[in-house]
């Protein structure tokens, strides 16, 4: 895999990067240490922000990328400021850590925001005179498609829930996935099929990894049900009498049927 120097945007590089060419390759154990460096940074940040937050506004997600890039993720874009980014900044600028970089956002590639020792690139490099405004610009655009997505969820979880009670029961007397709503292109896009599927057991029998002959799947959205048709975010304990309610969304095939296979059983659904 070809390997790029300097500070390359995300349209700029493709493959590995090092910060010039002298420097050597960096080892698993490294980029543990420095994630675990990282991330305690992150944690003493977050515990000024707001001690009693139930989740962290942003975190680094410590996958090993074959170079020096630490990728951080936010549950809360609003955290995603100038200031925020040069204080990432200032931590690159430490003597142990000036060959890394920080990756910031999500997987658009116009959304995100790499950041090096001596410079700040968005889908090019920024000139400081700009780089509080794309950050800041950047961040608006985020929390508002995060809290127009929240939005549709919520309409979707109010569709479902007169029909929770009774799906509850169904699946309580089943080993099998139970298909209780299908929704057809319901995010707006083209050539996808959205299945609710309420399960007793738990979420490691609903992978994706082993269906047969099914079009690629997306799990989009998880919660909990309980028999009053209650619905518990993913992220509590999941309650004795709780059952586990996957959203999983498909590309739609040319049929409208597509099989998946659990556990010795094939199971079709056509919409």
Avoid at 87 to 107: D, F, H, K, N, T
Avoid at 132 to 142: A, F, G, H, Q, W
Wanted: charged letters at 25%.
């Amino acid at each position: 895999m070809a390997l790029r120097y300097g500070t390359p945007s995300y349209y700029e590089y493709r493959g590995l990067w090092k910060s010039s060419p002298a420097d050597a390759d960096v080892t698993p154990a490294e980029y543990q240490e420095v994630y675990l460096a990282f991330s305690k940074w992150l944690d003493d940040r977050i515990a000024d922000w707001d001690p009693l937050a139930k989740m962290p506004p942003c975190y680094f997600i410590g996958d090993f990328t074959y170079d020096r890039t630490q990728q951080m993720q936010f549950y809360d874009f609003g955290a995603l400021t100038p200031q925020f980014v040069r204080s990432l900044q200032l931590l690159l600028q430490r003597r142990e850590y000036v060959q890394w970089r920080i990756a910031l956002g999500p997987g658009r590639p116009e959304d995100i925001i790499i950041v090096y020792p001596h410079a700040i690139c968005a889908s090019h490099e920024l000139a400081p005179q700009s780089v509080d405004t794309v950050i800041s610009e950047t961040s608006e655009r985020l929390v508002e498609r995060d809290a127009q997505r929240e939005l549709e969820r919520q309409s979707r979880l109010d569709q479902l829930r007169p029909l929770l009670p009774e799906a509850y029961g169904r699946a309580r007397a089943s080993d099998r996935p139970i298909l209780f709503k299908t929704e057809v292109n319901a995010d707006g896009r083209e050539g996808t099929v959205r299945m609710w599927i309420l399960h007793p057991r738990n979420e490691g029998l609903l992978q994706v990894d082993g269906y047969s002959n099914s079009p690629r799947a997306y799990l989009c959205e998880t919660q909990y049900v309980l028999p009053d048709g209650i619905l518990l975010e993913t992220s509590r304990d999941m309650p004795h009498n709780g059952l586990f309610l996957a959203a999983w969304e498909f590309e739609q095939t040319s049929d409208r049927v597509f099989t998946m296979e659990r556990a010795g059983c094939v199971t079709k659904f056509e919409y």
